[in-house]
């Protein structure tokens, strides 16, 4: 359950904040008690801190932020963690649920976060509980300490979104990189809202390693994608959006609302460095896909 804080909490949230497997992901530095005690007060004034009581123990903290006026359907949260004493027993979903039932109680339809690019822990548990990615921040935190820029994800959760999924065909010539990355960008990206699929007029019959060595480093194993056939895809369509990238006229019609091409060069022969920069420039056109049909 979800409490509101009081001043007598002011120890936990500062064990909390402070906690070095915690600390850099809520991206603060580190501070010790009497600088922390205006910023605790200010939340305080603000009312918008609170504690997660499993029933029996305090287990966690975030910051629920209702918005005002033209905004009123948005709520914000950040500063969101479980004590690691308490690791492995289900709580991230359990206040992520609490979190998503407190908006829905005070009527908000919209709930947004951000969490840093590099916190694939929290990006899964939040996919999990129904957010979906819709862009990037760049440089959007900076931690002195380190003196480094940190992207985030601007995530969000709508309540009442009955939608069904969207469906995405991604095809190349031989379905072995760029339409397989395109592919589990989209799984990343869209989460449980998004049906990802990907083939090629003329399969290779395998997922090329570079490919997969590329996913790897961000966190995605592409290891268990296979290289397919327009004929093996055909049974998933009607889809929402057909995504061409160089198989030009070998590229046969598929029922679908919409066909997009995008210009982007087989990467296949290309050295490490630039074989990345293909892959970050499709991450970077899926999510603007998905904006678009969202």
């Known amino acids: 359950m979800l409490?509101?804080?009081?001043?007598?909490?002011?120890?936990?949230?500062y064990s909390l904040y402070m906690h070095p497997q915690v600390n850099s992901f809520l991206l603060y530095e580190v501070l010790d008690k009497e600088l922390f005690k205006p910023i605790f007060a200010d939340?305080?004034?603000?009312?918008?801190?609170?504690?997660?009581?499993?029933?029996?123990?305090?287990?966690?903290?975030?910051?629920?932020?209702?918005?005002?006026?033209?905004?009123?359907?948005k709520m914000y949260v950040g500063g969101l963690a479980i004590n690691p004493a308490h690791a492995g027993k289900g709580y991230g979903v359990l206040l992520m649920q609490d979190i998503i039932a407190f908006a829905k109680a005070n009527n908000r339809s919209r709930v947004d976060l951000s969490v840093s690019t590099e916190n694939a822990k929290a990006i899964a548990l939040y996919k999990k509980c129904g957010f979906v990615i819709e862009g990037t921040?760049?440089?959007?935190?900076?931690?002195?300490?380190?003196?480094?820029?940190?992207?985030?994800?601007?995530?969000?959760?709508?309540?009442?979104?009955?939608?069904?999924?969207?469906?995405?065909l991604f095809v190349c010539v031989e379905n072995s990189n760029r339409s397989q990355m395109s592919q589990a960008f989209a799984k990343i990206i869209g989460g449980n809202n998004i049906e990802a699929y990907s083939a090629g007029s003329k399969p290779s019959?395998?997922?090329?390693p570079k490919a997969i060595a590329a996913m790897k480093e961000l966190g995605y194993d592409l290891s268990t994608h296979d290289s397919k056939s327009l004929n093996e895809v055909k049974a998933f369509a009607p889809f929402d959006a057909v995504v061409t990238m160089g198989c030009g006229d070998a590229c046969p019609w598929m029922p679908a609302k919409q066909f997009i091409d995008w210009q982007i060069p087989d990467p296949k022969h290309?050295?490490?460095?630039?074989?990345?920069?293909?892959?970050?420039?499709?991450?970077?056109k899926v999510i603007e896909l998905i904006q678009q049909l969202s």
């Open 3 to 13: 409490i509101k804080a009081t001043e007598n909490d002011f120890d936990f949230f």
């Open 137 to 168: 921040l760049k440089n959007y935190s900076y931690l002195e300490s380190e003196n480094r820029f940190i992207d985030e994800y601007m995530m969000s959760y709508l309540q009442n979104n009955n939608m069904e999924k969207i469906k995405l």
């Open 270 to 284: 290309m050295e490490p460095q630039q074989f990345n920069e293909v892959r970050d420039f499709i991450k970077e």
């Open 205 to 208: 019959g395998i997922v090329n």
């Open 43 to 73: 939340l305080l004034q603000q009312q918008v801190l609170y504690k997660f009581n499993d029933g029996v123990t305090d287990a966690g903290m975030c910051k629920l932020i209702l918005h005002k006026y033209r905004d009123s359907h």
